[in-house]
């Protein structure tokens, strides 16, 4: 077995271009995830390899079979959707099972592998119970087990924690992930969250508009953005044109808030920023800063929390910047 | 090569195909051949519109399409300024006994409406029972027969059209509107006028142009009523049954310009009504209004007083066939006579009534169940004709269809006239737009990932549509199947122009027993008729309730 291929793959929906001669390669094993804001393509890319959005031009491939013209059902894939899609009409243990019964799995097996996914999700022993008798977290584990049972070439998860509370969602997440590595079969992952795609990834896909904006390992797209989307996109930035940091270039740059410090507090090589606290927001362990520095341009910076630490609005300071941490974006 | 069909369109291409031979076949084709009628001459052979300025220049037929159009207004203004207000006191009022109103409200729905007039020629009617006795007491009134009596009965059986799709529009009113209006200085009165029943308006347009449709296509109460009033659907019937030419070109004629009519009423609902749905986003039911007593007691008795009303006509006719009768002549003593009478004259035609019944409602769930699940699952122009198709029976009156099908299955390759099928085939085609619509809007509370769902764990559209969409749409199927049947075994207008020999019906032996005065036994077989239809909904109802508890 091998990874996915997908290859000039597009959609127009009238006369939106949903995905956009989109190529990718995702290897196998790996946790790969589709981020993007909503309406950038990422679910439709998603559907066009479960089977649920036929493709206007391109082609999709499991290794070397290609699949994006067989019907859904056939495709060997593992899909957990947004809304759990637990079956309210089976058991916990049906549901389960629902996906090796078409698969003509041997009754005998049936029972032992339905155990076995239920007890991965940590849900042994629940087997016997109604879906109408469990909470949300729970119902996406169903899902989740119902997905992997069936030792699917690829899991495809569709925003599987945005109906989930922010506790249990960080704790699914890492979940999510350790199963995924525990069983090695290859993930796509689609999600709107930057935090969530950088903490379960292996590499993320960064969509907007239907395009592919970037495609690499999470601290690659963070630390290096290779377009102003993608810099605003992956997390709070400084996007400045490169003369309000005193460069000649005629470019956009992106700088993050904590690649800033006060002058004093940093090495000596680092260029330095006259300029006036204009905003602060403490948040408890970092504070949020605007400085306007003295060409007019506001720096938003970062502070971590320490004692006797002080500073007002108006102050007057000097910012430093850590040059390496500067990035051109297109 | 099926390589040219994507995948997730061969179930619901397949489901269409099938039924489009189906309604091809027993909608178009008997349609087509009545407007063929309309414009052939006598012998059948000749192209002519003769038969349109014929038909059209005869003042009886102008005035049965004047009578049948006037009656339709008529009823539907009644209908909709009696059921308006009952509505919004159902929904915003403190009524007691709110959900047995509810009940009973729905019941005229189910029930015969030509029952409910043949109970007020009976009571009120020249010889009626309540008539004799206030001629003994000296007192006179004006005449039931004709148009007044009509918009009665229609008013009192076909309110709840507009008063139940009504009730939830003022349910489904974000009472946040309401407030905001209030906060904006306007008082409750003023907010219920500007801001709430301008939201509800598109619900009783909707239910008040169903009342007008099913005013034009009925033949029963007007069979009853009319007497001498010359009304569409009657005529259709007369003209077909005593033309003797070849090709029933009048009937044709008159059948033609019905289905015109009701289809032009029906596009004008779709066209200016499918698009002003107001999307309240309701999260709960409106709180009830605070009035004070007097209002309280004015509503509730108001509602009671519909509901029970409605209702009378169907309660006097079984007390009635307690009753003796000698010809046309009550006698006020118990008497089983009634029964006795239809269980040895009519057996056959009851046990036919449960046959067709049966075969018609199985029918129509076999084809309305997957149609409704591909006309709301699927977008495209296949499935928006086949909506367009399912629901065209709706227009035609069962007279009309009825003429048509004689024409089209009395010879030639495909010979149905004589039999029992004919009125099973007739019945199902003019019960596919319910079976339809109520299987859509199951399909519409369904979510699709459950259904993508399956299918990516590896069960095949068809497969997914058998295990997990039927099982979840079982209820609604179930409840749908019931209503079938029971409006199915009340069916009068298909079945007078289409029963035959052994194969005639409970209504037919009502109609003729109106014709040839048999009040007895016409009182008894609306009495069973009355069970029949009941008795299945009340255990529909106990099941749904036993279902839901568990």
């Known amino acids: 077995m091998s990874g996915i291929v997908i290859a000039g793959a597009s959609r127009t929906f009238g ?65 957990v959707f947004q809304n759990y899609a637990v079956f309210p009409t089976l058991s916990v243990a049906g549901n389960v099972a629902y996906g090796l019964k078409a698969r003509r799995v041997p009754a005998a097996e049936i029972g032992p592998r339905v155990e076995e996914a239920l007890a991965m999700v940590q849900l042994a022993g629940y087997g016997g119970r109604q879906p ?29 924690l945005s109906n989930l509370d922010a506790r249990l969602r960080v704790s699914m997440r890492s979940e999510i992930r350790a199963l995924q590595k525990s069983l090695g079969i290859t993930a796509i992952y689609v999600t709107h969250d930057q935090e969530e795609a950088m903490s379960v990834s292996d590499r993320i896909a960064l969509m907007n508009h239907g395009r592919l904006e970037q495609v690499g390992v999470p601290e690659e797209i963070y630390r290096k953005p290779a377009t102003r989307f993608a810099a605003e996109f992956m997390g709070t930035t400084n996007l400045v044109e490169a003369r309000a940091l005193g460069l000649a270039a005629p470019v956009w740059v992106s700088l993050r808030p904590e690649a800033l410090r006060f002058a004093e507090e940093a090495p000596v090589g680092w260029p330095r920023l006259p300029g006036a606290v204009v905003a602060l927001e403490m948040l408890g362990p970092i504070t949020r800063l605007d400085v306007k520095l003295e060409n007019g341009s506001v720096m938003k910076m970062v502070l971590l929390d320490a004692p006797g630490q002080i500073v007002r609005e108006g102050q007057v300071v000097t910012l430093a910047y850590d040059p390496s941490r500067l990035t051109v974006v297109s | 090569m099926t390589f040219a069909i994507p995948h997730g369109q061969r179930l619901p291409l397949a489901i269409a195909g099938l039924a489009f031979v189906f309604l091809g076949l027993f909608l178009v084709y008997p349609l087509v051949n009545v407007f063929g009628a309309s414009f052939l001459d006598a012998e059948g052979t000749a192209f002519t519109f003769a038969n349109y300025t014929k038909m059209l220049g005869r003042p009886f037929y102008r005035a049965a399409v004047v009578n049948t159009l006037e009656i339709g207004v008529a009823a539907t203004l009644i209908t909709t300024v009696l059921a308006v207000p009952f509505a ?24 015969p409406s030509f029952v409910s007039a043949y109970a007020l020629v009976l009571l009120l009617g020249r010889s009626g029972i309540v008539t004799q006795w206030l001629q003994a007491h000296g007192i006179g009134f004006g005449s039931i027969y004709g148009m007044g009596g009509i918009v009665a009965v229609y008013t009192l059986t076909l309110y709840p059209y507009v008063l139940l799709p009504t009730i939830a529009a003022f ?43 099913e005013t034009l296509e009925n033949f029963g109460v007007p069979f009853v009523l009319a007497e001498d009033m010359p009304i569409f659907a009657v005529e259709a019937f007369k003209l077909f049954i005593g033309e003797t030419a070849p090709n029933p070109s009048s009937a ?10 009701t289809t032009l009423v029906l596009l004008i609902q779709r066209r200016f009504l499918a698009h002003r ?8 039911a409106p709180p009830l209004l605070k009035v004070g007593a007097g209002v309280q007691a004015l509503a509730t008795v108001y509602c009671w007083a519909v509901v029970t009303l409605a209702l009378v ?53 076999l084809i309305g169940v997957p149609v409704g699940y591909v006309v709301t699952r699927y977008r495209s122009g296949v499935a928006s004709l086949l909506d367009v198709l399912a629901t065209l029976p709706f227009a035609v009156a069962g007279t009309v269809l009825a003429i048509g099908f004689i024409v089209s299955f009395n010879a030639g390759a495909l010979v149905l006239t004589g039999g029992p099928l004919i009125l099973v085939l007739a019945y199902t085609v003019r019960k596919v737009p319910f079976a339809v619509r109520s299987a859509s809007a199951i399909v519409h509370q369904i979510d699709v990932s459950l259904e993508e769902a399956s299918v990516s764990l590896g069960r095949s559209p068809l497969q997914t549509f058998l295990r997990i969409v039927v099982p979840l749409m079982l209820g609604g199927i179930l409840s749908g199947m019931v209503l079938s049947w029971v409006t199915v075994a009340s069916e009068l207008s298909a079945t007078i122009v289409l029963y035959s020999g052994p194969w005639s019906t409970l209504t037919v032996v009502m109609f003729q027993a109106l014709e040839s005065g048999g009040a007895g036994i016409a009182t008894a077989a609306a009495s069973f ?6 008795l299945p909904i009340a255990l529909l109802y106990r099941l749904v309730r036993r279902y839901e508890l568990s």
């Open chain 1, 15 to 79: 006369t939106v271009r949903a995905v956009d001669r989109v190529d990718l390669t995702v290897e196998q094993g790996e946790f790969f995830t589709l981020l993007g804001p909503s309406g950038c393509g990422k679910t439709t890319l998603l559907r066009m390899i479960a089977g649920f959005t036929p493709l206007d031009a391109g082609e999709i491939r499991f290794g070397e079979r290609r699949i994006d013209r067989l019907p859904a059902h056939v495709r060997d894939i593992g899909m």
């Open chain 1, 132 to 160: 109408h008798e469990l909470s949300g977290g729970q119902l996406q584990r169903v899902a989740i087990a119902r997905a992997l049972v069936i030792r699917p070439h690829v899991l495809l998860f569709d925003e599987p």
């Open chain 2, 88 to 111: 919004f006191a159902l929904a915003r009022l403190p009524i007691p006994g709110k959900s047995a109103i509810l009940a009973m409200a729905s019941l005229p729905l189910i029930l």
């Open chain 2, 171 to 213: 349910k489904a009113v974000d009472v946040s509107m309401e407030e905001a209006a209030q906060s904006l200085g306007s008082s409750p009165g003023r907010t219920v006028w500007t801001v709430t029943l301008p939201i509800v308006l598109p619900a009783i347009l909707a239910g008040g142009l169903l009342v007008f449709i």
């Open chain 2, 252 to 261: 044709g004629v008159l059948g033609v310009l019905l289905i015109l009519t």
């Open chain 2, 277 to 284: 749905r107001f999307a309240t986003n309701a999260r709960q």
């Open chain 2, 313 to 365: 006509p169907f309660f006097s006719i079984v007390v009635l066939s307690f009753m003796e009768f000698r010809g046309p002549v009550l006698h006020p003593h118990f008497s089983l006579d009634n029964f006795a009478f239809l269980f040895d004259r009519a057996l056959r035609p009851l046990a036919n009534t449960l046959m067709f019944a049966t075969a018609a409602a199985l029918a129509v769930t």
């Open chain 2, 529 to 534: 008729l009355i069970v029949v239809s009941l």
